[in-house]
Every structure is written in structure tokens, then in C-alpha cells.
């Protein structure tokens, strides 16, 4: 029997993956380019519209536990994404290109997976995974919505950064470095644009008087932003020194050319293989093209960016996870059916595969006669799923992995000492848990993260 997937981002592209692995035949829907979205603009599976980083890679960072967990549990995003990485520091940041051409090609070669170009209306009988995205299509979300009683979906505002070419910035004011030099690259993997308390103030000034695109009438109703994606002119206006906190905060910075620390910087991150496009880091927006342009060439070093891309905010829907789903992602009304992926309410693209494997893991035990797994909450992987699946549903938001997700330690540690007890926790108990239900795991992969932990200290 065929397990059904819908949807060919990173939770469907990986539920594809891990179920194949274990020999389940699969046919993976997706709807593009037939169908298309607000953000996406190929063809290819596991486009990555919002940021090209997947983020930190630091051992001892929660994102860095979970990619540990992940890249011992076989990962196919995150194989692809350390295949065609490009320099960021201890970031793990991608050519989007390559990184979706690289995911498409290794799905279209699997001989267990058909790659079926449709859009899907309706939520099959029969086993099926629904990773359909935030960007799910209105008849199968309202398909969706009947399944779970007619309750009302949970939605944020997602927001885009833009992206400027690099031959358009002026490097005789911009620099290239890494905050507290970090960066792999001997200049820093990052370019900054510093700016003078003035400059600031005038470029704050120009951000939360500048006109944003009006939404949408439905969406006017009850705009509810993510916290963790705001766009900068909504986090300027609640505070002029917001940015300088945030995305700007000019901290682990010298600007060779002053010798100083700058009053703030924005930073830029390489987007591409070849080095020519570069996105503005956490400058997500909402305003209008012609404001974008105006707005943004305010800041130094970018007084004639070429916009490649302009930013741009759409809404994104997410399920009411704790009251409909199990903690091993199969809908509370029916057996066979599972969610993934960032619908279930994980934020970030690395999060959003880890739902998509343990989907995929899960539906394919169940076709196979085995019970579906809950992994322990002592690991990132558990304990962002625990979350998912056991928060308050009537307060629910998005979550990223978080090292406040874990249990705590039972002594008091200091902070990097507990931040080590959890990566030498959460990766012994994974493997002892894959052992114990013969999971596939590849321990030599993950281990060399916690040796690392090891090594340092």
C-alpha cells in the first residue's frame, strides 16, 4: 500500500525520505508549478522562500542539538543543506538554488517515490501525511478545518527579507566580518553596513513613516504577527531602539575603517553559491517596493543596492496541534493519518524537517505493523514535539527548538555547563532509544557533535 504524502517543502520532501528508507512506497503530491503560492518562485521541492540560513551549527546550541540528533537519525535536508553550504560563520546557511535543486533530484532518483504534480483538493482515505505547508491551499485547508470540527486555524504574518546584489553595495563604507570573529572566512563570512547614532535615527525615522502594503480585508480582521518574524517597520514602531537590540545590535563588531564599534550595523549573509547575492539579515518587511527601495538605500553601504528580490509578508497557517494531534503526529480522529512540518505549529526550516522524519518514521512503522514512536523529551527532537502536541491549545503559537524545552538538570549548573548536560544528555539518550525500538541511526555522525562538547570542555 501507497503512503500518501501532500506536500513538497522540507517536512514532505523528508516524511518522503525516511518512509522510502524503510521500504514503504510512497507518492509525494505537490502542487507547484501547476498551482503556485504567494512565495514561491520554481518549481523545485524544498524551496526556501524566508532565509537561506537553517541556523546555528554551535555544539552546544539548542538548533545545533537538534541537527546533531538529526544528522545521526539520517537526515535528507540536512545532508543536502551541509552538501551546498556556504560560508556563515557558525551558521548553516545554504545556496538556495543547489540546496533545492540537490533535494528534487535525490526524490525524482528514489525508485520507492513518485513525485505527482497535483494540487490535492481533498484529505485522502488511506495513509497519508499532510505536510502541506503555511502556505496550504484554501480547499484543503478548509478540508483541514472540517476534520478538526470546523475549528478556526491559528495563523501569523510571515515576512521575507530582501536581497540585494552584491556588486551594488559600497564596499568603501560597508565591511566584511563576523561578530566576535567568528566567521570560517579570514574577512568574516558577513558583510555590515554601519551606522552613526545620526544615521540611525534618520533611517528609524524613514522606517515607521514609510507605507506598507494594506492587507488583505480577511486579513485586516485580527493580524496576528509571529513574534519571532516580526517585520522591522512593526518591532521599529513599538521601540526606537528595538533594531539596535535586535537585528542591528552592533555587538562582537569593529568597523576597520573607524576602528570603533558602530552604533548599529545591518548585516548581510551571501545567498548564493557564486557570492553575488546577499539578503538583509532579520530585515523581514512588509513595506511597499518603491518604500523598500527608498527606505533601505538609507543605510550606508547601500545608497544604490540592486534589489534582487524585494521583502514581503503573507499569511501562513498553522493547525491547533495539542488539540488535535498525538505526540507521534497522527491526527487524534484517525489512525492513519499524520501532520508535519511547519502546519503543526514548529518554526524554522530545520524544525520543520525534524516533524517531517518523524512523520515519515512513524507512518511507515504503521504500514509495516510496528507502533508509532514518541522520541524522549530529553531530546530536541522530543522535547520540541512534546511541545507541539501538549501546550495550551487555547494559547497556542509557533515554536523553535529551545534548550528551555528540555527538563532541567537535577543540580544547579551554570549556564554553559548546562547547555553541555544537555547535549551530552539528549544525544545518549538518543541513542539508546533507537537501539531500543531498532531505529536507523547513524551514530558515528551524531557522536562527533557531542565529542566536540567534550573536547571543550
Not at 561578530?179 to 579570514?186: I, L, P, T, V
Not at 524613514?206 to 494594506?214: G, S
Request: negative net charge.
Amino acid at each position: 500500500m501507497n503512503l500518501i504524502i501532500i506536500g513538497g517543502g522540507l517536512a514532505g520532501c523528508e516524511a518522503a525520505w525516511q518512509a522510502a528508507a524503510l521500504g514503504v512506497p510512497v507518492k509525494l503530491y505537490e502542487m507547484r508549478p501547476r498551482t503556485n503560492t504567494p512565495a514561491h518562485v520554481t518549481d523545485h521541492l524544498a524551496e526556501l522562500v524566508c532565509s537561506n540560513s537553517l541556523g546555528s551549527q554551535g555544539a552546544t546550541t539548542a538548533p545545533g542539538l537538534l541537527k546533531a540528533e538529526l544528522r545521526g537519525l539520517g537526515s535528507l535536508i540536512l545532508a543536502c543543506a551541509e552538501e551546498t553550504a556556504l560560508p556563515a560563520g557558525s551558521s548553516l546557511a545554504v545556496d538556495r538554488e543547489r540546496f533545492a535543486q540537490l533535494v528534487t533530484s535525490k526524490i525524482e532518483a528514489h525508485p520507492l517515490i513518485q513525485l505527482v504534480r497535483e494540487e490535492v483538493k481533498a484529505v485522502p482515505d488511506g495513509p497519508c501525511i499532510i505536510a502541506s505547508g503555511p502556505l496550504t491551499s484554501a480547499p484543503l485547508a478548509q478540508e483541514i478545518a472540517r476534520l478538526s470540527g470546523g475549528e478556526e486555524h491559528l495563523y501569523f504574518y510571515d515576512a521575507i527579507s530582501p536581497i540585494v546584489s552584491l556588486e551594488s553595495v559600497n564596499m568603501q563604507v560597508a565591511f566584511r566580518g563576523s561578530r566576535y570573529d567568528k566567521g570560517e572566512a579570514e574577512e568574516g563570512d558577513y558583510l555590515n553596513c554601519p551606522l552613526t547614532e545620526a544615521e540611525y535615527n534618520q533611517f528609524i525615522t524613514a522606517l515607521t513613516e514609510a507605507e506598507t502594503i494594506t492587507l488583505r480585508q480577511f486579513e485586516q480582521e485580527d493580524p496576528h504577527f509571529f513574534e519571532s518574524c516580526l517585520p522591522v517597520e512593526v518591532l521599529a514602531k513599538r521601540n526606537e531602539e528595538a533594531l539596535r537590540f535586535g537585528p542591528m545590535r552592533p555587538v562582537g563588531l569593529i568597523n576597520p575603517h573607524t576602528g570603533e564599534r558602530p552604533y548599529a550595523v545591518v548585516q548581510l549573509r551571501q545567498d548564493n553559491l557564486a557570492g553575488t547575492l546577499y539578503n538583509l539579515v532579520g530585515f523581514q518587511t512588509n513595506l511597499k517596493w518603491g518604500e523598500q527601495k527608498r527606505v533601505l538605500r538609507l543605510i550606508p553601504g547601500l545608497e544604490r543596492a540592486e534589489f534582487m528580490r524585494y521583502g514581503m509578508m503573507h499569511r501562513n497557517t498553522y493547525i491547533n496541534a495539542p488539540h488535535i494531534l498525538q505526540p507521534t503526529l497522527q491526527y487524534r480522529g484517525r489512525a492513519d493519518l499524520f501532520f508535519a512540518g511547519q502546519i503543526i505549529g514548529v518554526e524554522g526550516y530545520v524544525g520543520n524537517a525534524a516533524a517531517g522524519l518523524v512523520a515519515g518514521l512513524n507512518a511507515a512503522r504503521l504500514l509495516q505493523g510496528h507502533l508509532p514512536v514518541i522520541f524522549p523529551p530529553k531530546t530536541m527532537l522530543g522535547a520540541l514535539l512534546h511541545y507541539v502536541t501538549h501546550a495550551d491549545h487555547k494559547h497556542f503559537e509557533p515554536m523553535k527548538a529551545n534548550f528551555g524545552l528540555l527538563p532541567p538538570p537535577e543540580s544547579k549548573l551554570g549556564k554553559q555547563e548546562r547547555y553541555r548536560y544537555y547535549v551530552d544528555r539528549a544525544l545518549t539518550t538518543m541513542r539508546r532509544f533507537t537501539r531500543e525500538y531498532g531505529l536507523p541511526y547513524q551514530r558515528e555522525r551524531a557522536e562527533r557533535e557531542r565529542e566536540s562538547v567534550r573536547e571543550w570542555q
